[in-house]
Nanobody, 112 residues
Framework: VQLQASGGGLVQPGGSLRLSCAASRSVDIMGWFRQIPGKQRELVARIDRFGRSNYADSVQGRFTISGLGAERTRVSLQMNNLKPEDTAVYYC?????????WGKGTLVTVSS
């Protein structure tokens, strides 16, 4: 499964960004993880084929994941009220038959 991510960039605190990810085939679960240098990669948000989503506590109420759609190939992550601590490399993740696939990271920088 190949994953193509888009979005990211530089935004001021309190601003918004939208990340999108497209898969080359249908998937079971899709979402986003993020990683800060020197720290472990952590879950941000993910959604499954039944529309059930879960979020990291730190982004609950600020981020919204949508997808996968009938073809189960796309998700978007709307990130609002961004904080400096949201600065990280964000990775799209997909799960197919319990196997993980990763896209290339996209940098999100929240700074004034």
């Amino acid at each position: 499964v190949q994953l193509q991510a888009s979005g990211g960039g530089l935004v001021q605190p309190g601003g918004s960004l939208r990340l999108s990810c497209a898969a080359s085939r249908s998937v079971d679960i899709m979402g986003w993880f993020r990683q800060i240098p020197g720290k472990q990669r952590e879950l941000v948000a993910r959604i499954d084929r039944f529309g059930r989503s879960n979020y990291a506590d730190s982004v609950q109420g600020r981020f919204t994941i949508s997808g996968l759609g009938a073809e189960r190939t796309r998700v978007s992550l709307q990130m609002n009220n961004l904080k400096p601590e949201d600065t990280a490399v964000y990775y799209c993740n997909a799960v197919v038959a319990a196997e993980d696939f990763w896209g290339k990271g996209t940098l999100v920088t929240v700074s004034s």
